[in-house]
């Protein structure tokens, strides 16, 4: 298998996602990264739900952690009777499936493409969780070459020496863009909102950026309206946690005002991302609701008063609506928010 993660930064090699080996799931701590590269391991499968649902890891991450944690799963029943093994990492899907609401129908469908797997490896006497970990790294790689695409398409977009604001951007689509950008000999600068309370920005999306040789400037998730004005930004794109088939994006907070900042200054917005067929109509996703302290908070350090009653509120993502989007980018080609069947008519399946 020619793995298609070469050439990208640490944070989207297969094994510094999630990793599965003799009982133990190791996922890299986002929330350090990168002043510590450092894992937390999972020894069941409900530490790999709570893990994804304490943001240990996120963007595509989970979809990597929420199968290997299938793998692991396996290995917990595997004294079980055949049947009951079944039974269990059914139930192991549906616990993982509900770490986090919003992005809860793409993890059903990963985690669920592990149970045929599994029976499989069963009626082949193999073992299972190796069986599902085999499975896990051949769809990832199938899902990277899918996301390269994107990233192709994307940085056909972007003018040599242009300027790119992203949002909460530090997954496989950003690596992809920037290294078809290297391949197509671009040259782009960047900026990176910060996205608080957990910094992603910051921490992630700028490392990413900047470790693979790109000028990346970091801004506070305040400055895009400025920064757009100022410094002639020639392009707005992001991934999202859950496009729908009507158009509307869902992705973390604070880029649906990134994208009305971006019409007022005629700036054009590209959403990375295949429309999901789980997802008919905007209405259909439910917004996660995240611990309001964690607002009054930067980095597990206190930024509020204490003792005078201050309330945090922090709905973890947002909605953008398609007429403030130029393009839905999907491996497929770049398709109108408002045409989205295309993508299906071409082919397309949307299951990442």
Not at 17 to 36: F, H, M, Q, S, T
Not at 274 to 284: C, E, L, M, N, R
Not at 290 to 299: F, G, I, Q, S, V
Request: proline share 5%; net charge negative.
């Amino acid at each position: 298998m020619e793995r298609q993660d070469t050439g990208l930064a640490f944070l989207q090699r297969y094994e510094n996602i999630a990793w599965y080996d003799n009982g133990e799931v190791r996922i890299l701590d986002r929330r350090i990264y990168p002043a510590k590269k450092e894992f937390v391991t999972c020894k069941t499968h409900v530490e790999v739900m709570q893990a994804i649902r304490g943001m240990v890891t996120q963007s595509t991450g989970p979809y990597v952690a929420g199968p290997m944690g299938m793998a692991l799963a396996a290995w917990e029943c595997k004294d079980m009777s055949e049947q009951k093994q079944m039974e269990y990492l059914k139930e192991a899907a549906s616990c993982i499936s509900d770490a986090r609401p919003t992005t809860k129908k793409r993890m059903i469908i990963v985690t669920q493409a592990c149970l045929p797997v599994a029976e499989k490896a069963l009626n082949e006497g193999k073992r299972v969780d190796i069986a599902i970990r085999d499975h896990v790294v051949e769809a990832t790689n199938i899902r990277y070459s899918k996301l390269a695409v994107m990233g192709r398409y994307l940085a056909e977009i972007f003018p040599d020496n242009g300027t790119v604001m992203t949002q909460c951007y530090a997954d496989t689509v950003l690596g992809m863009m920037l290294r078809s950008c290297k391949e197509m000999g671009k040259t782009i600068r960047l900026f990176c909102p910060e996205t608080r309370p957990f910094l992603q920005g910051a921490r992630l999306t700028a490392t990413v950026c900047a470790e693979m040789g790109f000028d990346t400037t970091l801004i506070t998730d305040n400055m895009p309206a400025y920064v757009m004005a100022k410094e002639h930004v020639d392009v707005f794109t992001c991934a999202a946690d859950a496009i729908c088939c009507d158009g509307y994006v869902f992705n973390k907070v604070g880029t649906s005002q990134i994208a009305i900042c971006a019409r007022h200054f005629a700036v054009p917005v590209y959403i990375a991302g295949a429309p999901d067929p789980g997802h008919k109509t905007w209405d259909t996703v439910k917004i996660e609701m995240r611990n309001p302290d964690e607002t009054l908070e930067a980095m597990h350090v206190r930024t509020a008063a204490t003792g005078l009653g201050i309330k945090g509120y922090y709905p973890a993502f947002d909605m953008t609506p398609p007429d403030l989007i130029t393009g839905i980018v999907t491996e497929k080609g770049v398709l109108s928010p408002f045409e989205l069947n295309k993508y299906f008519e071409l082919g397309g399946v949307g299951e990442y």
